[in-house]
């Protein structure tokens, strides 16, 4: 099994970025899979969630409305449009898959 993530980077408070989690070593199209996050001194929280077609998804209160989970099961990647970026969403961002499944991590740093 093998989760990478990409997309990461510094943003002005505002912006906007698109995170990917490329998946691989299982047949993605049948999980839920999910994004996390971990800021510095901070337990990694939920962000958000999405079911195996991509019908159903869920966020975390403080993303709601201004982030979007998505997948593409023909590409076997799951995404992470987060708008309107705040200061506090500051944080490594992390996919996961089947509980005990992370990625290495892709950083968002959100600074003026």
């Known amino acids: 099994v093998q989760l990478v993530e990409s997309g990461g980077g510094e943003v002005q408070p505002g912006g906007s970025l698109r995170l990917s989690c490329a998946a691989s070593?299982?047949?993605?199209?049948?999980?839920?899979m999910s994004w996390y996050r971990q800021a510095p001194g901070k337990e990694r929280e939920l962000v958000a969630s999405i079911t195996s077609s991509g019908g159903s998804t869920n966020y975390a209160d403080s993303v709601r409305g201004r982030f979007t989970i998505s997948r593409d099961n023909a590409k076997n990647t799951m995404y992470l449009q987060m708008n309107s970026l705040k200061p506090e969403n500051t944080a490594m961002y992390y996919c996961r898959w089947n509980d005990n499944y992370w990625g290495q991590g892709t950083q968002v740093t959100v600074s003026s």
């Open positions: 070593g299982f047949t993605f199209s049948k999980y839920g």
